[in-house]
């Protein structure tokens, strides 16, 4: 078995790595500009340079792993506000060098109690068809899920921190009081959602003041926000689930503010007081499994990152990808994703509602029974061809009857989206954090809760609507996610934290960084900088604009893929730690404006 040991390799000249993968790629005219840092004393990376600047503030005077995710997090969540933010959810996973666990926190939103399985249906419908997807169904107080982030920040400082909520909120307090200059990705997302954000009375000045974009280079405020936040230092959490800002939330959903003349239907949704009054965070194990020597650990159900992506390197196990031409390499990856993506669509849902059987889909001798359905050639006509999942009951050592065949649902394609952001940590010590959050769409809802200066998620609309399905919308249900936070312990006695945004494409783009690094041996950088490619289950494979005209995109062509172009896949972010505490921290470079990685020292 090949071992890539990466330690090392991350010094190689950056901008060496990424103009060759560009090269390879095509990216002319593009910026080559690397958010990269390499150094010592502890590291950020995420979407954002002000963000991640706080993040390392936090590290700087004393704060560990979690405190400066959190501080992180909040600051993206005044200046990422349409993928971050306290009106959503997020998974986080972290890893604890002295006691050498990893525990994984899901701060995922929740349906309501008065969720129905056609919670979506439209009732003017004669034939009973659900509310148009877009603007409908995700502009609406249904889409609105119990928020989990400001109850996982409380939960990850208090079990895992060093500071207070109050103390990791006060640059972000400052960031959303005294303001930020307005970028061309800031700009852009509110443009892309103009009609949605003018519908609601609240978000229309906050968003579209004098009834337009902000422009770029001006300076964005959000008092509001300040002082939401400023009531969640002073009172905790309890004034988010159990107080005035959980009135107003309940409030927002069951009325949402729209304005007189609205261009689309805006429906209401049920979210209760005693809705959020209930809500948990679950602290819950993570998905553990080993490829090419690395020690892996990714997030569990209700996410299925995790396990489609251990899923995927079982079965790669199985190919000596490093020795291969990277097309053929590549093949295989696409054809792994695809089975591995067929179970996740037919099993996986929130494990408190379904009986997912977990231990059969990462056994590997599943994985071995299942090498034999990977195809060596592409499918005819890969675009209207989808894989069937596999039966991994028999693999479980479970006698229940009830689980001896597997339940039969119907194959849907999934679609990726570009919204949520990944933000990644590691301190001094090794702690490592890597966390994913979201509202789902870019701008969520759309609907800012009145005074509170916070958007509402669309959580929701990630349930499947063809039921049956174990991820079918249930009352008190988390609905499925893509979300991937990963961290791996590195054969050289380092640790990486990786993850990305994207829908269901985050998957993909998780496992891309991983083969990247893990098989191709290359420096985390071009890892993140490489092009995307992502198959799951849903026909053609999608790759980033531009992939398909270059020489390994022609290669895939030949070999009779199918390829998909698409604008973006995937802004990730990274970091390793080598053995000897030496630190890279790496943000996208090009995709969604880029981002930013710094370290201590
Ligand atoms: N709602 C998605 C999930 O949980 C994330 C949204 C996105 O990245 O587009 O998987």
């Known amino acids: 078995m090949k071992r890539v040991v990466v330690k090392g390799v991350f010094s190689i000249g950056l901008a060496v790595c990424v103009a060759v993968v560009g090269a390879l790629w095509g990216w002319p005219g593009r910026s080559l500009t690397t958010p990269t840092a390499v150094g010592t004393g502890g590291a950020v990376a995420s979407v954002d340079v002000r963000a991640t600047q706080v993040g390392i503030d936090v590290l700087r005077a004393g704060g560990n792993a979690v405190d400066a995710a ?129 519908a609601f009375t609240s978000t229309q000045p906050l968003y579209l003041p004098d009834n337009g974009v902000p422009e770029v280079g ?32 309940a409030q927002t959903v069951q009325n949402p503010p729209v304005v007189v003349e609205l261009p ?3 429906w209401p949704g049920r979210m209760t007081e005693a809705d959020l009054d209930r809500y948990e965070v679950r602290v819950r194990s993570p998905i553990a499994s080993q490829y090419r020597g690395y020690q892996l650990y990714g997030m569990g159900l209700p996410s299925s990152g995790g396990i489609t992506v251990a899923q995927t390197l079982n079965l790669l196990e199985g190919y000596d990808l490093g020795a291969m031409e990277q097309a053929e390499a590549l093949h295989w990856l696409i054809e792994a994703e695809r089975l591995a993506f067929s179970d996740r669509n037919t099993y996986l849902g929130d494990p408190e509602y379904v009986d997912v059987p977990v231990a059969g889909l990462l056994d590997p001798a599943y994985a071995t029974s299942r090498r ?30 009830s689980l001896s065949e597997p339940p039969a649902v119907g194959l849907h394609s999934d679609d990726g989206g570009i919204s949520t952001t990944h933000l990644s940590v590691i301190d001094a010590d090794g702690m490592a954090v890597s966390y994913t959050l979201t509202l789902e769409s870019t701008g969520g809802s759309g609907i800012v809760v009145p005074g509170y200066g916070f958007i509402l998620n669309n959580e929701l609309t990630d349930f499947d609507t063809a039921l049956p399905h174990p991820n079918a ?56 900088a490489a092009p995307r490619i992502s198959q799951r289950n849903g026909g053609s494979t999608t790759v980033d604009q531009g992939f398909e005209t270059t020489p390994l995109g022609q290669a895939l062509i030949a070999a009779g893929h ?40």
């Open 264 to 266: 689309f239907p805006v």
């Open 562 to 601: 199918q390829l998909n172009p698409t604008d973006e896949i995937g802004a990730a972010t990274g970091i390793y730690r080598d053995g000897d505490r030496a630190f890279t921290a790496v943000a996208e470079p090009v995709r969604r404006g880029g981002g930013s990685a710094m370290t201590v020292q």
């Open 218 to 249: 001006s300076t964005f405020r959000n008092p509001e926000l300040a002082n939401t936040y400023r009531l969640l230092a002073d009172e905790g959490v309890n004034a988010f689930y159990r107080g005035e800002i959980g009135a107003a939330i």
């Open 372 to 401: 034999a359905a990977l195809p060596a050639t592409a499918p005819e006509d890969e675009a209207n061809y989808r894989a069937t999942a596999g039966n991994p009951l028999p693999y479980q050592e479970d006698p229940s009857p």
């Open 473 to 528: 919308p249930e009352p008190g249900k988390r609905p499925r996610s893509s979300m991937s936070p990963t961290l791996a312990l590195t054969p050289d006695g380092g640790v990486l934290a990786f993850g990305s945004p994207g829908g269901s494409t985050i998957i993909t783009t998780v496992l891309g960084i991983a083969v990247n690094v893990m098989d191709f041996g290359m420096p985390l950088d071009a890892a993140i």
């Open 70 to 198: 959190v501080a992180t997090a909040a600051a993206l969540g005044v200046t990422d506000p349409f993928s971050a933010g306290i009106g959503g959810g997020g998974f986080m996973v972290i890893y604890q060098p002295d006691r050498d666990t990893v525990v994984t926190l899901d701060g995922r939103e929740e349906a309501p109690a008065a969720t129905t399985p056609d919670m979506f249906r439209d009732p003017d419908s004669p034939t009973g068809e659900n509310l148009p997807f877009f603007p409908n169904r995700i502009s609406s107080g249904l889409a609105v899920g119990v928020p989990g982030t400001p109850l996982n920040w409380a939960t990850a400082l208090e079990r895992y921190g060093t500071q207070t909520l109050a103390e990791v909120l006060e640059p972000a307090i400052a960031l959303a009081d005294e303001g930020f200059t307005v970028d061309e990705t800031f700009a852009s997302q509110i443009d892309a959602n103009q009609e949605r954000f003018a």
